[in-house]
């Protein structure tokens, strides 16, 4: 129950912050153009350093086993997500598929992680940002064109969080730690991601008529797989690995987030439908304030 409370109020800041997002945009502080920029700093340069910083720790093997017991819990999560997104929509539905496959990981999983179980956390929840870009950058794109000729194995190596994965591994691994002034500018963009994050989902929400987001039936069934069906099994198969409660609901909460925003990118690049996307994205988002909580009390009492 206690843990649930933690996740309301993170989630009631975080919208606070997508109100001001929202606000931002409609008093044309924000432009779209300018909306895109930062997101492309928030993808390249923020959550980087949020993952990089979380691998500046002391190297010990049970550290070590903790990250591969995240890695494996990781890939089960997304692997849920991916099956039970494939089994109801496959090509019919491709927007859905994608949008149901994966979850906020970078923008909403990495801060409530961070506020609900500190920054320790966030050294295991990082490694399921890099699947999910990986994830997103192969079998999201093949989703969404229905091809697979269109997945560049260069794109998917150069993806920024799993360059920043390599780059904070390495720190992890090595004896030496980079010096304080370097790792001082690393903190200070890192603690961007929160702010940033949550006020560029506003700009979404803003840009979204309040009609579209919420008089279709069918985005409420596909924020109901995403935030409801994908967690609950996900619980279940959690339940039964012999991991720590701290990596399993870790994982849990990055796993059911809502909608990543990343749908709305990968549909307008690759000629999907951008508005549907973008009417996923915000319908989950507005509706896991209330569902995301319930879902980590839930997983609290049975992991």
Sequence with gaps: MELSLIVLRQTVTMFILMG????????RFFSNQGCQE???ILVTAIIGCVIVRS???EFSTEKLWSLLAAACTAFLAQGVSILIAHVLYGKRRRIENFAVSFSNTGFMGIPLVSAVLGDEAVFYVSIYVAFVNVAQQTYGVAVITGNWSYVKPK???MNPALLALFIGLT?????????????DCVDYIADMNTALAM???????AQTPVRDMFLDAGLYRASAVRLILVPAVTIAVLAVLPFSFNIKITELIAAATPV???????????????????????NSTVLSIVILPLMVGAASAVL
């Design 55 to 57: 691998y500046t720790v």
């Design 38 to 40: 930062m997101s492309r």
């Design 20 to 27: 001001a997002g929202w606000l931002l945009y409609r008093s």
């Design 260 to 282: 990543g925003s990343n749908v709305a990118v990968f549909a307008q690049l690759h000629g999907g439908d951008y508005a549907r996307a973008t009417q996923l994205v915000c």
């Design 155 to 157: 794109k998917v190596l």
């Design 199 to 205: 006020m560029i989902l506003g700009v979404y929400l």
């Design 171 to 183: 720190l992890f691994f090595l004896p030496v730690k980079p010096p304080a002034l370097v790792m």
